[in-house]
C-alpha cells in the first residue's frame, strides 16, 4: 500500500482530472485568481451601501463620497494582491512585517503627527498621513499564528509566555497614543489566535480571573478622558451637555428612526447637525434614523453572512497556520462590528471603533479589505488532500 505521504506528493504532482475522463479540468477564473465569489459579492453590496450611507452622514457631500469611493478601490487592489500570495509567504514575511510594524510604533512614540490630541500618525511630507497601528492588526496575528504553527499544540506555558510578549508591545504603544479602541481591537487580534490554538477552559479561567484582578491597575492607568467615558456610558444623563451628548444625540437618532426610518437623506437629528462625528464612528446612527430597524437589521445581516463565509473559508483550511490566521482575521471583524453597533447604541463604553467599511476612513479599508485578501489566499491555495 502506498504511503500517506507518497500519495499526497503524487496527488500534488498530477493535474487534477475529471471523474472518468482522462481530460484536465480548466480551473475557472476563481480558481485561478484565489478569490472566493460569495465573499467578494458580500463585500461589494456593503461598500455600495456603505457610500450610499456616507453621503447622507456627509451632508451629501459628494466630494467625500468620491474620496472614500477612491478609497474602496485602492483597498480592492490590495485585496487582490494579496490573495495571490500563498500562505507559505506570509509565513516567512510574518517576523519582518511584525518587526516593521513595530518599529513605526515607536516612531510614533518618538516623531509621530499629534491631531486631536492624539499621537497616532506618521507623516511623509507631500506623500502620506497613516496610523501605523492600522499595520498591527494584521501584523499581529500573522505573527502569532506563525509562532504557534510551528509549535505543539495545544500551546505551552512558555509558548503563552512569548504570545504574551509579542501581544503586549505593540498593544501598550499604541493605548499610549492614547488609542484605547485600536488597542482593543489588536489586543483581540492576539488574543483570538491564541484561543483557537486549543487553550483548555481551565486556563482560559485562569486568565480571566487574572485580568478581573487587573482592572483597578487599568483604571488607574487611563486618561481622563477615558475614565469619563467609562463615566458616561454608566450615566449619560449626568452631563447631557458635555461628556453625555454624543450617546444621547445618537441614542435620540436610532430611536426616532422607529421601524421603517425617515427615508434617505431625511434624518433630522443627522442633516441638522445634532449628531457629532456623524460620518464615522456615529454613522449607525444615520443608519438606524434614515432606514430605520429594519436597514439596520439588514445590514446586520449582511456582516452576519460576510462573519459565516469568512469562518467557512478559515476553517477549509488544510494546516494550523491558515486556520489561525484566517479564524482570528475574522473573529476581529466581527467585534470590529459589535464594538462599533454596541457604543453608538448606548451598551458599550465609546472607545472610538469605526463602523467597519461603511464609517469614512482610509487606513482602515486598507487593513479591513487587506485582511479579507489574505482570507482567500488561505482558502485559495489550499493544499490538494486525499478524502
Not at 484536465?24 to 463585500?43: G, I, N, V
Request: net charge positive; charged share 10%.
Amino acid at each position: 500500500m502506498m504511503p500517506l505521504t507518497g500519495l499526497t506528493k503524487g496527488l500534488r504532482a498530477r493535474p487534477v482530472r475529471a471523474p472518468e475522463s482522462g481530460i484536465s479540468r480548466r480551473k475557472s477564473f476563481w480558481e485561478r485568481t484565489h478569490l472566493d465569489p460569495w465573499l467578494l459579492l458580500l463585500l461589494l453590496v456593503l461598500l455600495v451601501a456603505g457610500l450610499g450611507v456616507l453621503y447622507s452622514a456627509s451632508g451629501q457631500r459628494f466630494e467625500v463620497v468620491l474620496a472614500q469611493g477612491t478609497r474602496f478601490l485602492v483597498a480592492t487592489v490590495v485585496m487582490v494582491v494579496l490573495a495571490q500570495l500563498p500562505p507559505a509567504t506570509l509565513l516567512r514575511w510574518a517576523p519582518l512585517v511584525y518587526g516593521v510594524g513595530l518599529l513605526m510604533l515607536v516612531a510614533v512614540e518618538l516623531v509621530g503627527d499629534v491631531g486631536m490630541g492624539a499621537q497616532r500618525w506618521l507623516v511623509i511630507p507631500g506623500v502620506i498621513r497613516f496610523q501605523p497601528s492600522e499595520l498591527m492588526k494584521l501584523a499581529m496575528p500573522l505573527m502569532l499564528a506563525a509562532w504557534l504553527s510551528r509549535r505543539q499544540l495545544p500551546p505551552r506555558w512558555k509558548d503563552l509566555l512569548v504570545c504574551a510578549l509579542l501581544l503586549g508591545l505593540p498593544v501598550v504603544l499604541i493605548a499610549k497614543q492614547p488609542d484605547l479602541g485600536t488597542s482593543l481591537l489588536v489586543g483581540c487580534a492576539g488574543v483570538f489566535v491564541v484561543l483557537l490554538a486549543g487553550l483548555s477552559w481551565r486556563f482560559i479561567v485562569f486568565l480571566s480571573i487574572v485580568a478581573a484582578s487587573a482592572l483597578p491597575l487599568l483604571w488607574m492607568n487611563l486618561h481622563n478622558y477615558q475614565r469619563q467615558r467609562v463615566l458616561t456610558f454608566l450615566n449619560p444623563e449626568s452631563d447631557p451637555l458635555g461628556a453625555g451628548w454624543n450617546i444621547i444625540q445618537s441614542t435620540t437618532a436610532i430611536g426616532s428612526g422607529g421601524l421603517w426610518g425617515k427615508g434617505w437623506l431625511q434624518g433630522t437629528q443627522s442633516q441638522l447637525e445634532f449628531l457629532p462625528e456623524r460620518h464615522t464612528d456615529f454613522i449607525v446612527a444615520v443608519l438606524g434614523e434614515e432606514f430605520g430597524l429594519v436597514g439596520m437589521l439588514l445590514v446586520l445581516l449582511l456582516y452576519l453572512l460576510i462573519v459565516v463565509r469568512g469562518l467557512w473559508l478559515a476553517a477549509a483550511s488544510h494546516d494550523t497556520f491558515g486556520r489561525l490566521l484566517g479564524g482570528s482575521i475574522i473573529l476581529t471583524f466581527f467585534i470590529y462590528v459589535f464594538v462599533n453597533v454596541g457604543m453608538v447604541s448606548g451598551i458599550l463604553p465609546v472607545v472610538g471603533v469605526p463602523l467597519p467599511l461603511v464609517s469614512y476612513g482610509g487606513t482602515s479599508s486598507v487593513t479591513l479589505l487587506a485582511g479579507f485578501g489574505i482570507l482567500m489566499s488561505i482558502h485559495g491555495h489550499r493544499r490538494l488532500l486525499p478524502r
